[in-house]
């Protein structure tokens, strides 16, 4: 799993070149994680789906990544090898549960959504999605209550999410980046 801080990592890289080896793969994945957000954010404002096969790529790259980073960190081991699959399996728990509650609740929370948080899960780690999801749920709150209060939409009203996860993503790396 990988730093949710990708510009830190840049300028760490650049304050110590010999960390090169051990920063690009993170770096990678975070700008991969960056970009997979950033796609399925306008593809969920403009056709309200999230493609299949894009978070299937992604999910396999990133489970890619995380070996080859064990593999370049040069700590190969059976324990090492299954500390990380735990940690894989643990990080797709938050999808999952989303997944869930979109299924008995009749999509209230999409089904793509759910995808969406489980792949990013891969990269970055179930407590740094949970803290995405938190913030992308408060700002999607706030923005429900401006379209139900003010602009006087119907309660039903559906709002596309992944967009406020990407929302969330690039506020906590600027965050962490500035402080």
């Known amino acids: 799993m990988q730093s949710i801080n990708i510009f830190s990592n840049i300028k760490l890289m650049m304050l ?29 404002i403009k056709f309200k789906e999230i493609p299949v096969n894009i978070a299937l ?75 995405i999801m938190l913030i992308a749920f408060f700002i999607a709150g706030l923005i429900a209550l401006y379209e139900i209060v003010i602009m006087k939409k119907n309660k039903r009203y559906e709002m596309p999410f992944v967009p406020f996860l990407f929302v969330s993503y690039v506020f906590i790396n600027l965050i962490k980046f500035l402080f």
């Open 57 to 131: 790529i992604t999910g396999v790259v990133g489970v890619t990544l995380t070996f080859l980073a064990t593999i370049i960190s040069g700590t190969m081991s059976i324990e090492i090898i299954f500390r990380v699959v735990k940690t894989l399996v643990i990080s797709l728990i938050p999808g999952t549960v989303l997944f869930l509650v979109s299924k008995f609740t009749n999509q209230i929370i999409g089904y793509g959504d759910a995808m969406v948080i489980g792949v990013i899960g891969l990269y970055l780690g179930a407590k740094n999605v949970v803290n």
């Open 16 to 44: 110590y070149p010999g960390m090169i080896k051990y920063m690009i793969i993170p770096i990678i994945m975070g700008i991969i994680c960056m970009t997979y957000l950033g796609y399925n954010a306008y593809m969920d």
